[in-house]
């Protein structure tokens, strides 16, 4: 990887990387967005997960031909002691996209993100995803002997990592903390530092799972600018998992509900101004999103 590429927002991309950055059509209408330079990566029950060349190409290990999706899913299923949990999951995201998956506990929501990232082994379908991926959970999972700069720069092989890690440090706003030991940070802290260790690798696909669950209410809502911000600048797809009928529609371009093992509901989001959460077409969409997710009305009164 490139360390320019690392550290290059969007706003600074050239037309020719701002072209290729672009979100694809659905593959209905892309066509053949995989034909040639990607692997047929259908696979049978506990197959290794394959991965796409790259969805950037002439970047990493690309092509040099038409963007393809950050994730192509076909048909997913996933039993766990004889039960679906997953029993049929179409899921596209393209290149950019940023798409929220909301789910009660226990809807499978865990399961497809960690299929996605290569840590489920035993899931079966078409599944294609970027090489390039980061993935974010709840905790931070830093590693308490290393310090900050270090838990950033963990594996990453460029030859200026620390120069690369301090300035995605910077970016969310702990380069002061880089040579801190992770027990010393806050909860906040620690998930900035998370996000920088996915950032620094320039991921085509981040993939995050209930990232800022464990932090208070403040917290939280300056994260959700961070993440906003920092979104808007590298343009990766994400999949962002969540309960949280208010964090996905603040957040995402799209969002997308699990139930019964099975995509209830996959529809846009809000354009960007009208997600505050008094403003008419979100009260409309989250009445829409807490009725898909099972809750009478009762229940939602109690929820707003
Ligand atoms: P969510 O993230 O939406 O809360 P999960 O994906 O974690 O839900 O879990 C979905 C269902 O799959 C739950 O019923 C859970 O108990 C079950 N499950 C998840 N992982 C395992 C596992 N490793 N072994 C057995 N059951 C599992
Ligand atoms: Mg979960």
Redesign the pocket.
Known sequence: MRADLALKPAGHRTDREAERLRPVPPPAAAGGAFSGRVEDLSRPEGAPLRQFASVFPGTASGGGHAPALAVHVRNLHRR??GRD?LSGIDLDIAPGEFVALL?R???????CLRVLAGLDGEASGTIRVAARRAVVFQDARLIPWKRVLENVTLGLGLRNAGETALRVLKEVGLADRAGAWPLTLSGGEAQRVALARALVRAPELILLDEPFGALDALTRIRMHALLRELCSRYRPAVLFVTHDVDEAILLADRIIVLGEGRITLDRPGLPPETRDRGDARAIALRGQLLQELGLDSAAQKAAM
């Not at 506990?105 to 399961?111: A, N």
């Open positions: 766990f002691d949990v789910g506990s226990g809807s499978g929501k865990s399961t």
